[in-house]
């Protein structure tokens, strides 16, 4: 006779669930052993710590379009997903996150690792979070957490008191105070109505100048995107997590925006008199036009999102593949094309910088030289994470992202320590494809060294082995120290961002991975050619300079002033940081 936990697997696999990441503990035991019993048909893949798993979890509905799964136990456990849900819950991503509770009798009895769950999934799970009571009721919280997960692209949770767990199994009986729910769902292609899509094509063919700027909701549809710029004449600027939405090799794509975006998606965006915003809810206004300088349509499929950083002319609710196709008959192909030749000089003489910039030296390892050459190596359909920190900043402008690749990282909640579990999920989700996970040493300590135990563990499960983790040791929490100069005016504080050394080739080697310890230039590039052909997973470690900027596009006086202040207030790295600085700016001067 199947118990509930056998039942809501069963459920789960009905709704096409295969795969579950997670950690055990007595909260959730009823469900380790139906998953034992289920193991020809749903992978468990245990992580180092809950949070891995939600974050697992979160990237395989990033690399899948499907619905990511979870579990923990009780109390700890629980707490413990917290984070990984929601960087899905920020990111749109549907994630569904099981857990176990102390049976029926004990709750509210302050009883061990009793934590009142309800509450705590609360927010994150502000769509849908319910606690089993009966067996009856597994059949529609499966069915509803799963719909609602896929429909509202975001994080659902189930509690299930242990005891309840291992119940027999009972479908709901046919009488009054029952719910009969069913499996399954269409993926429906939403388009805007005729009308609003004229007003947008009026929008689009009055402007001289258009804008585009695209985000992960633009990710399944570059050749709309291509046909719609092609036609207006436009430059694309690329949110994070649309960094796969077009290859970066195209002239007329302007690469990423914002704190870690490039000065031709700023000069796009200035000097435009028309934007035109696909599937992203990119944060920041001071990077998009001025208020009034240019009229604004937006397609995103969720209508929350619309004119919410820029206020639209029309907002149009829509898959964005299918509303580009829609809109395509009715835009005009642009005759003068005097807008896109500038954005594509500027963004020809922007790569010659970036190179420059790479180029430059520095002490020991100039952490963008490592970027460039990795570049071109990146083997064809390849799947990009990288973590918080400068390597956001280096993975969203140095690398030439192609066709068929997939990429992403935190971009709404931008925590640190995804970057190697999204990695891992990648590996289980496309095992023949290339994953490279790109972090810093502060992110791979947080996560990262755990993540390699897990990467040791089942690495020859899949069959291609190659999972590539680069770290920047640079001994300093980079992206923050910058901050700290850059927005605070303050100097770098040694207490709180100096990170402690740790051999992180050698680490690997222990493992049984490849570990690769580059601290000269000359040996990076062959070093990710070894690391790209290894017959194992492997850990690139590059000493790389902490004072070489992860700027902004362009330095804003309030900027400048803050960083002078931080030098005035004896800021100890201040020479080595200025030299490199007045290097990456002397670059763009130069061009
Ligand atoms: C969980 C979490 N804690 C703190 C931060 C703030 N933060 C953002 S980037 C960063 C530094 C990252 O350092 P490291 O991983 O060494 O990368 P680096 O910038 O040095 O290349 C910190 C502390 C964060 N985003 N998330
Ligand atoms: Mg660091």
Redesign the pocket.
């Known amino acids: 006779m199947p118990n509930v936990a056998d039942y809501v697997l069963d459920r789960l696999l009905r709704w096409g669930v295969t795969r579950i990441f997670g950690y055990p503990g007595d909260g959730i035991n009823g469900f380790l052993g139906a998953l034992d019993r289920a193991s020809d048909r749903i992978d468990f893949v245990q992580v180092r710590h809950e949070e891995m798993a939600a974050f697992m979890a979160c990237a395989h509905a990033k690399f899948t379009g499907e619905v990511g799964v979870c579990l923990a136990t009780s109390g700890p456990g629980a707490i413990h997903l917290l984070?990984g849900l929601y960087d899905a819950k920020l990111d749109h991503q549907p994630v569904v996150a099981i857990v176990g509770q102390q049976a029926r009798a004990a709750i509210g009895g302050h009883y061990q690792q009793e934590v009142d769950l309800l509450s705590l999934f609360k927010d994150v799970a502000s769509e849908y979070v319910h606690m089993a009571s009966t067996p009856e009721q597994a059949r529609h919280l499966v069915d509803r957490a799963v719909r609602i997960a896929r429909v509202e692209r975001t994080v659902t949770c189930l509690i299930f008191p242990n005891d309840v767990q291992e119940l027999d199994a009972q479908e709901p009986p046919r009488r009054h105070g029952t719910v009969h729910s069913g499996v399954g769902m269409s993926h429906p292609i939403v388009v805007p109505t005729g009308d609003d899509l004229r007003h947008a094509a009026d929008v689009l063919n009055t402007g001289k100048r258009v804008a585009m700027l695209v985000g992960a909701g633009a990710l399944h549809s570059a050749e709309e995107v291509v046909e719609v710029a092609e036609t207006l004449g436009a430059g694309v600027a690329k949110a994070l997590l649309g960094k796969a939405a077009l290859p970066d090799d195209l002239p007329w794509v302007t690469g990423s925006i914002g704190l870690l975006g490039t000065k031709p998606s700023w000069n796009l965006m200035n000097d435009c008199d028309t934007l035109l915003m696909v599937g992203s809810s990119f944060p920041y206004s001071e990077f998009l036009p001025a208020e009034g300088q240019a009229r604004g349509v937006q397609v995103d499929i969720d209508g929350r999102m619309l004119s919410l950083r820029y206020p639209m002319d029309v907002n149009l609710v829509g898959d964005s593949a299918a509303t580009l196709r829609a809109l395509l008959p009715l835009l005009n192909r642009k005759s003068d094309r005097s807008w896109r030749q500038t954005i594509e000089r500027d963004v020809a003489e922007w790569w010659k910088v970036l190179e420059a910039r790479a180029m430059n030296d520095a002490d020991p390892i100039n952490p963008q030289r490592v970027f460039w050459e990795l570049s071109p190596r990146l083997p064809d359909n390849c799947i990009l994470s990288a973590?918080?920190?400068?390597?956001a900043s280096w993975f969203a402008r140095d690398l030439k992202i192609r066709q068929g690749m997939m990429a992403s990282l935190s971009g709404t909640l931008?925590?640190?320590?995804p970057g190697v579990p999204y990695a891992i999920a990648a590996k289980f989700a496309h095992p023949s494809r290339v994953a490279l996970a790109l972090?810093?040493?502060?992110?791979?300590q947080?996560n990262g060294i755990n993540g390699l135990v897990t990467v040791a563990k089942y690495w020859r499960r899949w069959s291609d082995p190659r999972l590539v983790v680069l770290v920047?040791n640079?001994r300093?929490?980079?992206?923050?120290t910058w901050e700290q100069r850059a927005l605070a005016g303050d100097p770098r504080f040694p207490a709180s961002q100096d990170?402690p050394d740790f051999p992180y080739a050698r680490f690997a080697e222990e493992l049984g991975l490849l570990g690769l310890r580059v601290d000269r230039p000359d040996q990076v590039g062959p070093a990710w050619d070894r690391a790209l052909t290894a017959d194992r997973p492997a850990v690139l470690e590059a000493v790389t300079d902490?004072n070489v900027p992860p700027l902004p596009p362009h330095i804003s006086f309030e900027q400048a002033r803050m960083f002078a202040s931080s030098v005035l207030k004896g800021d100890a790295e201040a020479l080595g940081f200025i030299k490199q600085t007045v290097k990456d700016a002397a670059e763009s001067f130069l061009k």
Do not use: E, F, H, R
């Open positions: 984070n973590d918080s920190g400068s390597t931008a925590t640190m320590g972090v810093g040493d502060g992110a791979m947080m920047l640079n300093d929490l980079n992206m923050v990170i902490p």
